[in-house]
């Protein structure tokens, strides 16, 4: 790896150029990832304890409930925690390989305290129920905006540094940088299209298979290129730094990096396997999630490999105790993550706690370990000082490594444990176990196990945080580090193909973009432009405006975090929940709901299942209808009214994203909802259940009893 500490042959003191390193950008970013992780870790640890026993729901308040928290959780996991950990390896990783100061300090601060305010504006929207729905992607549209603005205010320093460098080769790290920026603004851009209803209310552009496909593939390569590539770039910075040796194979990088990059984005079709996505794009999505192996794998062996020679000194140092682990969980995750494309495996392990275990191997493990390892790195550094304790950080990685372990094997467990109830029949050809509540109930140990093992992890964050604070305040901060560097010569004879491009960060960035795009665009414009890859049923029609504000109310309680609408061709679904899902069925879903996990029964055919009245009482007090329930009780939907101010304006934005209400229904809109809302009423006052045609209850039970109804009506009803 070349850096500032190497001497600078055949150059003069004349031709020698002095200038200084941001320091305070870096203990900045540092600070706020150690912040904002813990507190994502004490929303996950809330979260795991609800789903362990509902009482921790914390008397039932609105925004405390999981479907309101499980969306903070994530996002202040990946963009928080991971986010800001990442830009502190950037600020101090990037001057430093190219020997220039980063291009604009104010930038660096719009930057910083850009992205704090993001967060804190998450903070307060979520546990609101503002959110799109789409997972990993939940904040609104004006958080969205600030997101795209803050992230080309980051790219825009980052590339402009490299424009003005003196170091003339890009190293390893910074091409994982740019491919990082680059990736995520296309990403983040596609999948938040959107038509604003209100200032925290908005609709998804796509529809149905086209947003369930639109949204795991931002929904993956969110994980691939904001939570991979750019923590690779520091895998490749920080490794060789605190091993004190350079990286193993700079060849094997090169192509770790280009096959990575170019293969991970045709991969997120594999989280939609056995759904009504066409068949082509699932297949595509094994194939190249099977390929990835290679290029994942060649990245962990280069890091692990850059250790040889220095075991001992693994065995005596936390930093690199941490790293390795990081890499290992990396290692460990990209196996695991192939294999589960793999339609035998799928079958098994999708909407299941399986999915959970391999995600927190990931995030606890790779980003998590890489994250405490390069901060426990950089402290000594920017302070000029030893770490606090050795003996501390040492504490810590067992504690972590601990946490990972109770963490994710009762996860494992509960997925083979749900997933073998769900499909298990009876010798008489019945299922097993036909309440789906069987199924939960026996895996409620596991839950607890899982909270222990967040809570160990936690408890090593809060240590690693005092190490970090004793270390901090233990020396002086190094503002601005001083450097020196020759000015950057003209040309240069490039000897092998690859470095004219590793010369080149304009070129580079757009081979890259070049590189991501391919993959998306040959498994979008199929579905876009083929009418048969998205067909409709004749029977299929518009929600009507009561069951779309019942629909707001399902996505802002978060309640597609535990139910799926997607029923697959298995023998074991079909006698559960009904017939399997079309295609069809969601052409007028804006956004999807098919879920990714079953903490609950799947929706899609609940409609008609039950009376209006349990419905009432199930979200009233769900122990009532299903006793042993681990589903918190929603009190206020029987008490708040919903508005039918916007009801107009939502038909017309409706039709403007093609659902094909009839010209000027907004004029009568208002009354249908409440003529159902009457019907709902009088039905449910007829059982006992004393409410009002406008309560979100009743809005809800209408969107629940159409889920399902209009396909059970098509039968064997040709699809046109």
């Not at 309101?68 to 990946?78: C, D, E, K, Q």
């Not at 149905?208 to 991979?228: E, I």
């Not at 934005?653 to 409440?674: F, H, I, T």
């Not at 449910?684 to 009893?705: F, S």
Request: charged share 15%; proline share 5%; aromatic share 14%.
């Amino acid at each position: 790896m070349i850096d500032n500490e190497q001497q600078h042959k055949g150059t003069t003191s004349a031709n020698i150029e002095h200038f200084a390193y941001d320091n305070v950008i870096v203990k900045n970013f540092a600070i706020a990832t150690m912040f904002w992780g813990v507190a994502g870790m004490v929303v996950g640890l809330l979260i795991a304890l609800q789903l362990a026993n509902p009482i921790f729901n914390l008397g039932e308040i609105s925004w405390l409930t999981f479907g309101r928290l499980r969306p903070l959780h994530t996002n202040a996991v990946i963009f928080a925690f991971v986010g800001n950990g990442m830009f502190a390896g950037v600020y101090y990783s990037l001057p430093r390989l190219v020997k220039a100061r980063m291009y604009s300090d104010l930038l660096g601060k719009v930057h910083f305290w850009g992205w704090q305010l993001i967060i804190l504006a998450a903070l307060i929207t979520l546990p609101l129920g503002f959110t799109q729905g789409k997972e990993y992607a939940e904040l609104e549209w004006p958080i969205d905006i600030a997101i795209a603005v803050i992230w080309v205010v980051f790219g825009l320093n980052m590339i402009m540094t490299l424009v003005k460098r003196r170091e003339r080769h890009l190293y390893v790290a910074i091409w994982f940088y740019l491919a990082t920026f680059v990736t995520v603004a296309v990403l983040h851009i596609v999948n938040s299209l959107s038509l604003p209803l209100s200032l925290f209310n908005s609709y998804s552009v796509f529809a149905g298979v086209q947003d369930a496909l639109v949204q795991w593939w931002y929904g993956h390569n969110a994980v691939a290129f904001f939570l991979t590539t750019p923590y690779l770039g520091l895998m490749y910075y920080f490794v060789p730094k605190a091993a004190n040796r350079p990286v193993y194979s700079y060849r094997l990088s090169i192509i770790h990096f280009w096959s990575l990059i170019f293969i991970y984005i045709w991969a997120g079709p594999h989280h939609l396997l056995y759904t009504a996505l066409p068949d082509w794009a699932q297949s595509l999505g094994t194939v190249f999630s099977v390929m990835l192996i290679a290029p994942s794998w060649g990245g962990m062996l280069n890091g692990l490999l850059t250790l040889r020679g220095a075991w001992d000194k693994v065995r005596t140092e936390p930093i690199l105790k941490f790293m390795v682990v990081a890499l290992t969980a990396y290692g460990m995750a990209t196996f695991e993550g192939p294999m589960l494309s793999f339609k035998n495996v799928n079958a098994i392990t999708h909407y299941t706690d399986w999915t959970i275990a391999h995600v927190h191997v990931g995030a606890l493990g790779w980003n998590g370990f890489l994250t405490f390892g390069v901060l426990y790195w950089l402290f000594p550094k920017i302070y000029r000082t030893k770490l606090h304790s050795l003996k501390l950080a040492n504490v810590h990685f067992w504690l972590g490594t601990l946490g990972i372990v109770f963490y994710v094997v009762p996860m494992y467990w509960a997925g083979l444990v749900q997933s073998l109830m769900w499909k298990e029949f009876t010798p008489e050809g019945f299922l097993k176990y036909p309440n789906f509540l069987e199924t939960v109930t026996q895996i409620v140990p596991m839950y607890a196990l899982r909270a222990f093992g967040g809570l160990l992890y936690l408890v090593g964050a809060l240590i690693a945080a005092y190490n970090y604070y004793k270390t901090a305040i233990s020396g002086n901060l190094l503002r601005d580090e001083e450097a020196s560097a020759p000015p950057l010569q003209g040309t240069h004879k490039v000897k092998r193909w690859h470095e004219w491009i590793e010369a080149r960060p304009i070129q580079m960035t757009i081979l890259s973009t070049i590189a991501i795009s391919i993959g998306g665009l040959v498994e979008f414009l199929p579905t876009y432009l083929v009418e048969e890859n998205t067909p409709t049923i004749s029977t299929v029609k518009p929600y009507t405006p009561l069951e779309l504000k019942g629909r707001d109310i399902y996505i802002r309680e978060g309640c597609y975090l535990c139910h799926s609408q997607m029923i697959r061709p298995f023998r074991s679904e079909t006698e559960r929940y009904g017939p399997y899902s079309k295609s069809g069925e969601f052409v007028y879903d804006h956004p999807f709901q098919w879920g990714s996990k079953r903490t609950g029964p799947d929706l899609a055919r609940v409609g008609g299942k039950y009376p209006d009245s349990w419905h009432y009482n199930h979200m009233l007090d769900p122990g009532s209808m299903s006793p042993g329930s681990i589903m918190p009780s929603y009190p206020w939907l029987l008490e708040d009214d919903i508005s039918v101010d916007d009801v107009p304006a939502q038909i017309s934005l409706m039709r403007n994203l093609g659902v094909p209400y009839e010209e000027g229904y907004e004029d009568k809109a208002v009354s249908d909802l409440d003529k159902q809302g009457k019907e709902i009423t009088e039905s449910l006052i007829n059982d006992g259940a004393d409410t009002a045609p406008r309560k979100e209850i009743v809005a809800l039970i209408a969107y629940l009893q159409r889920l399902g109804v209009d396909a059970g009506k098509a039968n064997d009803v040709p699809l046109k």
